[in-house]
Nanobody, 116 residues
């Protein structure tokens, strides 16, 4: 049974940092990418950052220069280092693993709250 378990969320002040982790357990074949989405209150879910199986990274414009995505070589853990946090970063952050053929596995989400 595949499980994605996020950790590292919490409450920080503007300008602070958090590091999210997502531990992947179970057998997933054909991983093509790992990433993070977020859903802010009243907004649609959006891609924050992802990393392909080849190591290429992609970031939402709103987080470029502040967030860094990384993963271990075994593709069992994906991280999101978030620096210079802003109140608009407040959201539930979801870890996702994507495979080919296309299938997406989701974590349960972790809350990130940034106070002004």
């Amino acid at each position: 049974q595949v499980q994605l378990v996020e950790s590292g969320g919490g409450l920080v002040q503007t300008g602070g940092s958090l590091r999210l982790s997502c531990a992947v357990s179970g057998s997933i074949f054909g991983i093509s990418g790992m990433g993070w989405y977020r859903r802010a209150p009243g907004k649609q879910r959006e891609l924050v950052a992802d990393v392909t199986s080849g190591g290429s990274t992609n970031y939402a414009d709103s987080v470029k220069g502040r967030f860094t995505i990384s993963r271990d070589s075994a593709k069992t853990t994906v991280y999101l280092q978030m620096n210079s946090l802003k109140p608009e970063d407040t959201a539930v952050y979801y870890c996702v693993v994507t495979t080919q053929p296309l299938r997406m596995y989701w974590g349960q989400g972790t809350q990130v709250s940034v106070s002004s």
